[in-house]
């Protein structure tokens, strides 16, 4: 087998006649340049493609870039305003989208084409220098309901389910870095079949309160509540929340995952991430204002937000290939389209929504929830506490100057008058030198 130095010198003896040969002369040359180094076909083609050897300081080809800045431009508006997807439900919620960005981007016709035919990938590639993500760690502050776990069932497993209605529901704590006291608690459900999310704010995780909320989201739901999984708290296995399941009429089903088992609620345990912490943060909130603040939040924009327009993947299967788990997903759409296609829900919410889908503007919506956002978080315990100790603080300090500019008036008046005092002594005694010599002169004189 040849040397790399007699490879390079051969490369570079045909390079000029394999680029003047025309498509059969090239074949041979080919031919004989794989036969003569040992090459595979097409790396053999890549090496007389490549830059001239001749040419040492020639730089390498680069891929020329298919999409306008534009488009990219107005992709990362659309990602920044739908709460940082990943590509592949920005993909799907991108002709969601644009309708919207025309009117607030200059959007030609070459651009919206772009928008339409990009793939996941080179979304991916184009946003990943403008994606910066943190990472924060979450604690828990579920307790063990004792009572009623033989009555309510154990499920593991979520896969049957091939209709909507069936829940999982988890508490989410805003207690900032103390779970002393009450303080707020967000309600958070998701359903099984189509993703949808319905969350709502309690203070305290009180029986009556908590019942009073899934009151307020079984009302609020386009279709009807079939069943609720929760985890093994005090706050949902109580006698209450299964009175209520029992007596509904369709009656509800009411099941509870293992204990310290959070995959058996996987799909709360996700949105527990993307529609709370990642919207509130870990501050705490502890008061009525606060409450009603987040409900208002969540009632309107935010849940026409999350249901109407941001698409989500669903987790088909899972196969192992040696060590390694490889994940399949269904296509990107978003709660309200997989409600669509299950033909399983309320008429006349429905009604409403479709028409709320066709008048609604989602870049006017993000911008109300950033506001509203701003808002709650002016409320929060450490910033309200932050703000009233910046006040003492202030005051404090008004006090401490003008202790001290008093305090250094006086100083300067006791120098004063040291000073005078001082002066005066001198003063007087240079007087009795000066009369002194006055009078040795006079008695000389004499």
Known sequence: MPGLTWKMEYRKAIYERYHRAGRKDKGKILKEFCASCG???????????????????????????????????????????????????????LPLWLPAAKKRFAITPQIERQLTCISARQLENRLRPRKRWLKKRLYSTTKPGRLLKSMIPVRTSNWDIRMPGYLEIDLVAHCGGSLAGQFVYTLN?????????????????????????????????PFRLRGIDSDNGEEFINYQLLDFCVKSRPQIKFTRGRPYKKNDNAYIEQKNDTHVRQLLGWDRYDNQEAIDAINDLYENEQRLFDNLFKPSMKLIEKTRVGSKVVRHYDKAKTPFKRLLESRSYHKGKMGRLKGLVASLDPFTLSAIIDRKLNRIYAMSTERIRAQNTDTVASKEAVKAVAQDKTKRALDL??????????????????RRIMRDIKREKLLASL
């Open 413 to 430: 008046e006791v120098a004063k008058i040291k000073f005078n005092y001082g002066f005066g002594r001198r003063y007087a005694r240079q």
């Open 39 to 93: 090459y595979n076909r097409k790396y053999a083609i890549r090496v007389l493609n490549g830059p001239s050897p001749m040419n040492k300081n020639a730089s390498r080809r680069k891929r020329v870039c298919r999409y306008q800045d534009k488009t990219v431009e107005v992709a990362a508006a659309i990602w920044e305003a739908s709460g940082h997807l990943c590509s592949e439900r920005l993909k799907e919620a």
């Open 189 to 221: 459900s998701t359903d099984i079949q189509t993703g949808w999310v319905e969350r709502r704010a309690v203070l305290g995780k009180g029986k009556v309160g908590i019942l009073n909320a899934v009151f307020d989201i079984r009302s609020a739901l």
